[in-house]
Nanobody, 124 residues
Framework: QVQLVESGGGLVEPGGSLRLSCVTS????????IGWFRQAPGKESEDVSC????????YYADSVRGRFTISRDNAKTTVYLQMDSLKPEDTAVYYC?????????????????RGQGTQVTVSS
């Protein structure tokens, strides 16, 4: 069974940047993907991004494409989400989720194993 631990959230002004990390342990994810989704109060969860450990395929939601960048380490145990040009509407708890069968097909990331989440607040 996979375990995931998110970190890197915080309070940042609009236009600022944060880098989230998701450290995985337990089951190997070399043939799967890891996704990030976010949950804002009173809103449904939103799938944000995904990266495949198998082939490097990535996915970005339209709301973050061009501002967020997902990457992985060579050991294939950690995934990063670089968030630039942050907006107040990016405020949410961010979770990483695994194991995703693919980053090409659409899944509800919230249906998969997740960590405890990390709070991102964008406010002046």
């Amino acid at each position: 069974q996979v375990q995931l631990v998110e970190s890197g959230g915080g309070l940042v002004e609009p236009g600022g940047s944060l880098r989230l990390s998701c450290v995985t342990s337990g089951s190997s994810l070399v043939n799967y993907g890891i996704g990030w989704f976010r949950q804002a109060p009173g809103k449904e969860s939103e799938d944000v991004s995904c990266i495949s450990f198998r082939d490097g395929t990535t996915y970005y939601a339209d709301s973050v494409r061009g501002r967020f960048t997902i990457s992985r380490d060579n050991a294939k145990t950690t995934v990063y989400l670089q968030m630039d040009s942050l907006k107040p509407e990016d405020t949410a708890v961010y979770y990483c989720a695994a194991p995703l069968p693919s980053c090409n097909a659409r899944y509800n990331f919230a249906d998969f194993a997740r960590g405890q989440g990390t709070q991102v607040t964008v406010s002046s």
